[in-house]
């Protein structure tokens, strides 16, 4: 298919390996090959630890030793092409189907065909063939558009004809095979003395699912691993496009599922990884991949330039086989690594066993290639992969040096698939600790969410309800590529250095939150967890929380009866004294743009004649805030809350603390980094006798009303950033037509966000239009969310309070934020239940930066505080619902 005319795919794409001319260390060798005495096209292949079975277009199938590469023996009996092969998994038996309508059932041990099934309708081509060990049954899917099954517990199995369908009368019916004799049975010459000893038996009308799909039943895949669904499933790929998820109960099919895909690529082949990703490959050359997690196509890669036959698992990575006649080899996130090409003609089948990776081709050859062993850099957390004997403290440290090796960086679509693989490593780590755990879709292209429930004990009192906490966090994180070498250590391996954690995402925010669970992990253990505990972890706060709401929404049934809301998701103000946060502020995110119609312009050539946009912008930009940093909108600091006196209060210990101790002093977070510098807000003024001297310093006793200026300067008041500005061309000797400045809002208490946006808008609308100039203006608000103010005399933050004053011995500073989390008020609203926000890091935690870290006694801390405060909420719960 030529790739000019291919659709352009809603969703990312993945590499086409034509443009990736990089070969790989250790290439993939072909150690042997043979080929079919019969000169037909292989057509599907299986493989037993002893022998490779291969289906011929001739009808025939040939026995192979794996250890010599000879032919041990040729099957006779189907009377079409065999297009599909199957072995048991105790590998007694091989299964084949075929274009004559048939499945044959073969001994592995003697060689023999034992049964010959076929089905009670005219089904054209059997395409695939699948065999249920637990059910005993064998599942097939055909041209006429049905899945059947035959069960092995049926009768006829043992010989008996009592009560067996009639066959249909088709022309296929023609070439005389007699299955029966007896009343009703159809009567045809036995013309091959091999049959005369197999078992005939016909599949009953209601083991028969007619029009499963709109196409062709191409492929069928069996499975008792799929994400959330508990028992055996059966997924079927089909030339509509769709695939469509089975699950087996009292030997029938019930339908599930439907994963809606192009009907213009038909599914031709299927493999499902031990994560949950369903591989498709289909028509035209893509390969899909789903996340069966959240039942979304997260990826189509343009794998090749004709039809994917067939695709298949081997080591931690993807193979997939074409018409176009090469092989390939993906790794396990989905990048193109190697192109095996030695086949004249469409590679048809693949399969693997031990070392060897097989193809077959319609050059009527079979190859066997030696993949060269790699070792993947992501383990699945396994359900028997925590030991129950281990200390909780090593457990805890084995989950986040695995979970902290996963990239899960947010908003970059390169690490789509290790945020999800994250994300499903968080889902089994809830598992395995006792929650019951799923993944909820996010946007289409964004991170799913994990969701995870632990159950209390039920109180004797049935006029008692469980309280329920939910425990919000993230597990996307910020990039930390390290390209100016700043880390001291890899930043996504964990490394323990005097007592801290290193790497990206230790404090923000995968440390808190493993100290959350497993927090209530021990609760549950020690038999005190008397509240309903729902962890809620999103992949997409750090990209404003996208997808997030309508995620949780369409979930609501969930979240049902919420009674606090628990996250720790900052830090203290310093190193020494915890704090509990209750504020933070709201932001709009926008952009502004100046532009022209005209093309870029040289500056020596058109400067000083037209209206530059950059210039424009920065004109509009000048007139938004004055030099007093006082924003000039009008209107916008009209409903910003008043300061009280219990709010002022609040403040007092703070100033005492900053005041006093040294350690405040010398903070190193960047954020509160004013504190060691508190003439950062409304420093002073050169001297007028000494205007070209350094500037004056203030003294070390600290002045408590600017402090306390400063403090709410940045936390309860709001603001105006300018972050960037873009031109269309950056050339110091051009004139670009357009310019973008990125910037944000940062809102408090009582401003409307709706409000606001409207008054920035007219207010840049109006300070352009003084420019009188001939360029155009648009504004674009990207995003806003909503602040959070808590109630810090609420029981709930008392109830914190006092677990932390007892973990600590010291009272925790109440402080707000001057950042921005999304979710947290939206949460209140969605609960009607009131938050409260719990810092485990401390200042110098270096969070967004390099050599982001969490003390090791904080983490600890922290779990210990988690676990009083859950011990307490069963009485608050009585007494207080927001």
């Known amino acids: 298919m030529d790739f000019q005319h291919r659709a352009e795919s809603p969703f990312s794409i993945g590499n086409i390996s034509k443009l990736n001319g990089t070969k790989p260390l250790y290439p993939t060798r072909c150690v042997h090959t043979i080929s079919q005495e019969d000169e037909n096209s292989v057509l599907s292949l299986a493989a037993s630890r002893q022998y490779l079975f291969s289906g011929s277009q001739s009808s025939k199938i040939h026995v192979w030793d794996l250890q010599t590469f000879t032919l041990v023996a040729?099957?006779?009996?189907?009377?079409?092409?065999?297009?599909?092969?199957?072995?048991?998994?105790?590998?007694?038996?091989?299964?084949?189907?075929?274009?004559?309508?048939?499945?044959?059932?073969?001994?592995?041990?003697?060689?023999?065909?034992?049964?010959?099934?076929?089905?009670?309708?005219?089904?054209?081509?059997?395409?695939?063939?699948?065999?249920?060990?637990?059910?005993?049954?064998?599942?097939?899917?055909?041209?006429?558009?049905?899945?059947?099954?035959?069960?092995?517990?049926?009768?006829?199995?043992?010989?008996?004809?009592?009560?067996?369908?009639?066959?249909?009368?088709?022309?296929?019916?023609?070439?005389?095979?007699?299955?029966?004799?007896?009343?009703?049975?159809?009567?045809?010459?036995?013309?091959?003395?091999?049959?005369?000893?197999?078992?005939?038996?016909?599949?009953?009308?209601?083991?028969?699912?007619?029009?499963?799909?709109?196409?062709?039943?191409?492929?069928?895949?069996?499975?008792?691993?799929?994400?959330?669904?508990?028992?055996?499933?059966?997924?079927?790929?089909?030339?509509?496009?769709?695939?469509?998820?089975?699950?087996?109960?009292?030997g029938t099919l019930k339908y599930l599922q439907t994963l809606v895909g192009n009907s213009d690529k038909g599914v031709l082949s299927l493999a499902?990884?031990?994560?949950?990703?369903?591989?498709?490959?289909?028509?035209?050359?893509?390969?899909?991949?789903?996340?069966?997690?959240?039942?979304?196509?997260?990826?189509?890669?343009?794998?090749?330039?004709?039809?994917?036959?067939?695709?298949?698992?081997?080591?931690?990575?993807?193979?997939?086989?074409?018409?176009?006649?090469?092989?390939?080899?993906?790794?396990?996130?989905?990048?193109?690594?190697?192109?095996?090409?030695?086949?004249?003609?469409?590679?048809?089948?693949?399969?693997?066993?031990?070392?060897?990776?097989?193809?077959?081709?319609?050059?009527?050859?079979?190859?066997?290639?030696?993949?060269?062993?790699?070792?993947?850099?992501?383990?699945?957390?396994?359900?028997?992969?925590?030991?129950?004997?281990?200390?909780?403290?090593?457990?805890?440290?084995?989950?986040?040096?695995?979970?902290?090796?996963?990239?899960?960086?947010?908003?970059?679509?390169?690490?789509?698939?290790?945020?999800?693989?994250?994300?499903?490593?968080?889902?089994n780590v809830l598992q395995q600790l006792g929650a019951v755990s799923r993944m909820i879709p996010g946007e289409c292209g964004r991170n799913p969410l994990v969701y995870g429930k632990f159950t209390g004990k039920t109180s004797p009192d049935p006029s008692k309800k469980t309280p329920t906490v939910l425990i919000y966090g993230h597990y996307d994180v910020i990039s930390a590529e390290d390209e100016k070498q700043e880390w001291n250590s890899d930043p996504f391996?964990?490394?323990?250095?005097?007592?801290?954690?290193?790497?990206?995402?230790?404090?923000?925010?995968?440390?808190?939150?493993?100290?959350?669970?497993?927090?209530?992990?021990?609760?549950?253990?020690?038999?005190?967890?008397?509240?309903?505990?729902?962890?809620?972890?999103?992949?997409?706060?750090?990209?404003?929380?996208?997808?997030?709401?309508?995620?949780?929404?369409?979930?609501?049934e969930l979240f049902a009866d919420v009674d606090m809301i628990l996250l720790s998701n900052s830090y203290w103000l310093g190193e020494d004294v915890p704090c509990l946060t209750y504020g933070l502020r709201g932001v709009i995110h926008a952009s502004v743009t100046v532009s022209n119609p005209r093309a870029d312009m040289h500056s020596g050539v058109e400067g000083g004649a037209i209206s530059e946009p950059l210039i424009d912008l920065i004109h509009v930009l000048g007139k938004i805030v004055d030099n007093d940093k006082k924003i000039l909108i009008p209107g916008f600091y009209d409903n910003v809350r008043p300061v009280t006196d219990t709010e002022e209060r609040l403040y007092d210990p703070i100033i005492k603390w900053m005041q006093t101790s040294k350690e405040s002093q010398s903070s190193t977070r960047a954020q509160h980094s004013y504190l060691a510098s508190p003439t950062l807000s409304g420093a002073p003024k050169r001297s007028e006798k000494d205007n070209n001297t350094s500037l004056t310093k203030e003294p070390l006793a600290l002045d408590a009303e600017k402090l306390k200026y400063d403090l709410m300067a940045r936390w309860r008041y709001p603001t105006f950033t300018v972050h960037k500005i873009d031109v269309s061309i950056n050339n110091p000797t051009i004139i670009p037509r357009s310019a973008t400045a990125i910037v944000s809002m940062r809102v408090v208490p009582d401003q409307s966000i709706a409000e606001i946006c409207e008054q920035f808008k007219n207010h840049v609308r109006?300070?352009?239009?003084?420019?009188?100039?001939?360029?155009?203006?648009?504004?674009?608000?990207?995003?806003?969310?909503?602040?959070?103010?808590?109630?810090?005399?609420?029981?709930?933050?008392?109830?914190?309070?006092?677990?932390?004053?007892?973990?600590?011995?010291?009272?925790?500073?109440?402080?707000?934020?001057?950042?921005?989390?999304?979710?947290?008020?939206?949460?209140?609203?969605?609960?009607?239940?009131?938050?409260?926000?719990?810092?485990?890091?401390?200042?110098?935690?270096?969070?967004?930066?390099?050599?982001?870290?969490?003390?090791?006694?904080?983490?600890?801390?922290?779990?210990?505080?988690?676990?009083?405060?859950?011990?307490?909420?069963?009485?608050?719960?009585?007494?207080?619902?927001?």
């Open 74 to 250: 040729t099957l006779e009996g189907h009377r079409g092409s065999v297009l599909g092969l199957s072995i048991s998994k105790d590998q007694k038996w091989l299964f084949s189907c075929s274009g004559d309508g048939t499945i044959r059932v073969w001994d592995t041990g003697t060689l023999k065909c034992t049964y010959s099934i076929v089905s009670c309708h005219d089904v054209g081509d059997i395409f695939s063939i699948v065999y249920s060990e637990k059910s005993n049954t064998l599942f097939f899917g055909s041209q006429n558009t049905s899945i059947q099954w035959y069960s092995f517990d049926d009768p006829q199995t043992r010989g008996s004809t009592t009560g067996v369908p009639v066959l249909p009368i088709t022309p296929r019916n023609s070439q005389k095979l007699k299955f029966f004799e007896g009343p009703g049975m159809l009567e045809c010459e036995i013309t091959d003395n091999f049959d005369e000893d197999v078992i005939k038996c016909v599949v009953r009308e209601k083991n028969v699912h007619l029009n499963a799909h709109d196409g062709y039943v191409y492929c069928l895949l069996y499975s008792t691993e799929v994400p959330n669904i508990d028992g055996e499933v059966i997924i079927s790929g089909s030339g509509d496009g769709d695939v469509k998820i089975w699950i087996i109960i009292d």
């Open 272 to 427: 499902l990884s031990e994560d949950g990703y369903l591989f498709c490959g289909v028509q035209g050359g893509d390969v899909q991949i789903w996340d069966l997690e959240t039942y979304q196509m997260i990826r189509s890669v343009m794998a090749h330039s004709d039809d994917v036959l067939a695709v298949a698992l081997k080591g931690p990575g993807l193979v997939s086989a074409s018409a176009d006649g090469t092989t390939k080899i993906w790794s396990q996130g989905f990048e193109f690594r190697e192109s095996l090409d030695e086949h004249s003609g469409a590679v048809l089948a693949l399969t693997t066993t031990g070392n060897y990776l097989i193809t077959g081709s319609s050059d009527h050859s079979i190859k066997f290639w030696d993949l060269p062993s790699t070792v993947s850099s992501q383990e699945p957390f396994r359900r028997n992969s925590i030991v129950k004997e281990t200390p909780s403290n090593d457990t805890f440290l084995y989950v986040l040096e695995k979970w902290v090796a996963m990239r899960t960086v947010g908003g970059n679509p390169k690490y789509m698939e290790e945020c999800r693989r994250g994300a499903r490593f968080l889902k």
């Open 493 to 556: 391996k964990l490394t323990g250095k005097n007592g801290y954690l290193y790497g990206r995402g230790t404090s923000d925010n995968k440390g808190p939150i493993l100290s959350c669970i497993f927090a209530v992990n021990e609760l549950l253990n020690e038999g005190l967890l008397d509240v309903n505990v729902i962890f809620l972890i999103e992949g997409e706060e750090e990209s404003g929380s996208v997808g997030f709401f309508e995620g949780v929404n369409k979930h609501k």
């Open 766 to 882: 109006n300070a352009f239009e003084d420019n009188v100039s001939e360029n155009n203006i648009s504004i674009d608000i990207q995003s806003a969310s909503e602040y959070w103010l808590g109630n810090p005399q609420s029981e709930y933050f008392k109830a914190v309070e006092n677990a932390i004053e007892e973990e600590w011995n010291v009272k925790p500073l109440y402080i707000r934020e001057g950042g921005s989390i999304p979710a947290v008020r939206w949460l209140e609203k969605f609960c009607n239940a009131p938050a409260v926000h719990l810092p485990m890091g401390q200042a110098s935690d270096q969070a967004h930066l390099h050599n982001e870290r969490i003390r090791l006694r904080n983490i600890h801390a922290g779990r210990r505080i988690v676990k009083r405060l859950l011990q307490t909420l069963p009485v608050l719960a009585d007494r207080e619902k927001y």
